[in-house]
């Protein structure tokens, strides 16, 4: 990916000046809300190690990189941040993590909770939901600029 294009994490900001530096391991993330971004442009890019050094130790239940990569990945579009909130060393986003899957749009919707240990946030596990679509005349989460009825509806 060009470090100078926007970031997939949907920041506002180039690659490089959001979530590259915490997937090359330059730096770490400095909140929940920041370490959201990077695992959903990390799920974006493919960089699947970075979601296993992310996700604490205790909560993977086996989660491997290989486990990751396997079988055919959705075309990931847009994250949007619902809310977030930090309390000394633990954490929560709510978010929606939008995709195509064989031209169908759908959405994770999830409030995942994360823990801060020896100075480094982690992901831990997250609250699955049912995803809430834009209203018709929305601007549509794929990107395009078009309303959500001229688009992916």
């Known amino acids: 990916m060009d470090p100078e294009s926007p970031c997939p994490c ?3 900001k180039t690659y490089s000046h959001c979530c590259q530096p915490l997937h090359l391991g330059v730096k770490a993330a400095l909140s929940p809300e920041q370490l959201m971004r990077s695992r959903f442009c990390a799920f974006y890019l493919g960089h699947f190690s ?3 050094d992310t996700h604490h ?3 993977r239940l086996g989660l491997t990189q290989q486990a990751l990569s396997d079988g055919p990945q959705p075309n990931w579009l847009t ?3 619902i809310s977030f909130s ?3 060393h633990q954490g929560k986003v709510s978010f929606q993590a939008w995709f195509l899957d064989n031209d169908k749009l759908d959405a994770i919707h999830e409030c995942s909770d994360f823990i801060k240990e020896d100075g480094r946030w982690y992901y831990t596990e ?3 939901q049912d995803p809430v ?3 018709r ?3 549509c989460v794929c990107g395009s600029g078009k309303k959500f009825k001229q688009c992916c509806l």
């Open 10 to 12: 949907c920041s506002s």
């Open 50 to 52: 970075y979601l296993i």
């Open 57 to 59: 130790k205790n909560y």
């Open 79 to 81: 994250l949007d941040i």
């Open 86 to 88: 930090e309390m000394g």
């Open 126 to 128: 997250g609250l699955q």
């Open 133 to 135: 679509y834009p209203k």
């Open 137 to 139: 005349n929305a601007l």
